[in-house]
């Protein structure tokens, strides 16, 4: 049992959340925070383990997109029961907290996570004797690109149309699930693990298969219970301290929420896999800026007792707008599948800029815009060797096939574009590492 001491002491730190919220006792909410907290970590750790560790059986896009997934259920989570409550009391304020939730939620992935992934794997990168300061992502992660694209196009004509509505739900859905298919599709390689995910995944298959499952499983399951009891301890704490309820719901909460991702991503980019770190990211981003946003109006539908369109006030539209020109802003940075230090400073600078400017969303919008359209002619030939990369990778799969009827992914070599860095990759990026 000491090979798995470190699967023991996340699944323990998880307990006393699920005993606090299963026993439905009322403690101090700082402390209740706390305690709802330290079980996100631990299932955060397991999620981490699993994703790696599936590896073995499927493709890591499509390992990268199931962790995406569950990691960012606690944000689901906060999201529908607010978008539920909204539809239930449409002269209620829920429906304007549902949008803020989704809207700063969207908003912090990439303002904060995106450079946390970079500055983390610059800082590890320097303590093991490298200079390393750009994460380059691999080749086959420019689906994820093109898909976040499409939506963040399609996420523009939500303000303007003042309504999240079933239409919206049916493509911005069937969006994610082509995508899902996408990624499902990729080649698979043996991935290089490392800790617990090397003990785990030195199982026979069959015992393998059922304990990752089983992180997975127990993961969400811990996610799914304690993060609205998370979420609310957080927003009680914060307004006995007189803070503003709006700012609670766009803020606090989905940065608590938002905590497993960014601490599994973390972790990837601590340990100089960078490229898995960020990509992660990328696919959340893609999956918050479909399935979040498609499933909100069907939630308040199921809350209103009825097909209904939730409307989007003056101030929802503004804050939607900015949201939508930051995701194109970052979209324009990744198109050439590198993310610079210095272009992490700036992702941060924009977004905590918002902060210190007040009434400042339009000059920010504008702002966004302009650079994004700077970027985009910059990276201009990337982007088209992205777009000719995915089709002639789709090609391929369509196409030829062996001689027993096997597929074959082309006439190039094996795609190692969607494994987790190998050693020899980790060296590339971190050539000082030992």
């Known amino acids: 049992m000491g090979r798995y001491k470190l699967v023991m002491l996340a699944l323990a730190a998880t307990l006393p959340g699920v005993f606090l919220r299963l026993s439905g006792v009322h403690i101090n909410p700082a402390i209740a925070s706390l305690i709802y907290g330290l079980a996100i970590v631990g299932s955060s750790f397991m999620l981490a383990w699993g994703a790696e560790v599936a590896q073995h059986d499927i493709p890591q896009a499509l390992a990268l997109t199931i962790l995406a997934l569950i990691a960012v259920l606690p944000e689901y989570a906060v999201d529908m ?11 209620s304020n829920y429906g ?3 949008l803020a939730n989704m ?5 912090l992935l990439i303002g904060i996570g995106w450079p946390a992934v970079v500055f983390l ?3 590890s990168s320097r303590r093991k004797g490298a200079r390393v300061s750009e994460v380059k992502l691999d080749d086959g992660q420019g689906v994820e690109l ?3 694209g499409v939506a963040t196009i399609y996420s523009f004509i939500l303000p303007f149309k003042a309504n999240l509505s079933i239409f919206d739900m049916v493509l911005l859905v069937a969006l994610f699930g082509l995508y899902a298919w996408r990624a499902s599709q990729a080649n698979h390689v043996e991935p290089d693990l490392i800790g617990p995910a090397k003990v785990i995944g030195e199982l026979p298959d069959r015992q393998r298969r059922a304990a990752t499952m089983g992180l997975f499983v127990v993961a969400a399951a811990v996610i799914l219970l304690v993060a609205e009891h998370f979420a609310e301890s957080l927003i009680e704490t914060g307004a006995s301290f007189g803070i503003d309820e709006f700012f609670l719901v766009q803020w606090l909460a989905p940065l608590a929420s938002e905590s497993p991702e960014f601490i599994i991503t973390g972790l990837f980019a601590w340990r100089l896999q960078a490229a898995a770190g960020l990509g992660a990211l990328v696919s959340s981003k893609v999956n918050q800026w479909t399935l979040l946003v498609g499933m909100i109006p069907l939630v308040y539908s199921f ?3 009825r097909i209904a369109q939730l409307p989007l006030s003056e101030t929802q539209q503004s804050e939607l707008l900015l949201t939508s020109a930051q995701s194109f802003f970052a979209v324009a940075v990744i198109s050439n599948l590198r993310m610079s230090l210095l272009e992490a400073v700036l992702l941060l600078v924009l977004f905590l800029g918002q902060f210190f400017i007040p009434g400042s969303h339009g000059v920010f919008t504008v702002i966004y815009l302009v650079l994004g359209l700077v970027f985009l002619f910059i990276n201009r030939q990337s982007l088209y060797s992205i777009g000719r990369g ?3 990778a789709t090609e391929g799969r369509r196409g030829s096939r062996h001689a027993d009827g096997s597929a074959w992914s082309g006439p190039g070599p094996k795609d190692t574009s969607h494994t987790l860095p190998t050693k020899e990759t980790r060296h590339t990026e971190a050539p000082g590492r030992e």
Request: proline residues 3%; aromatic residues 20%; glycine residues 12%.
């Open 81 to 91: 029961y607010l978008a539920f409550q909204a539809g239930r009391d449409p002269s």
């Open 96 to 98: 304007e907290l549902a």
């Open 103 to 107: 809207t700063g939620a969207n908003r």
């Open 121 to 123: 794997f610059w800082w």
């Open 146 to 148: 093109i898909f976040l």
């Open 303 to 305: 809350g209103a007792g």
């Open 390 to 392: 995915v089709m002639t």
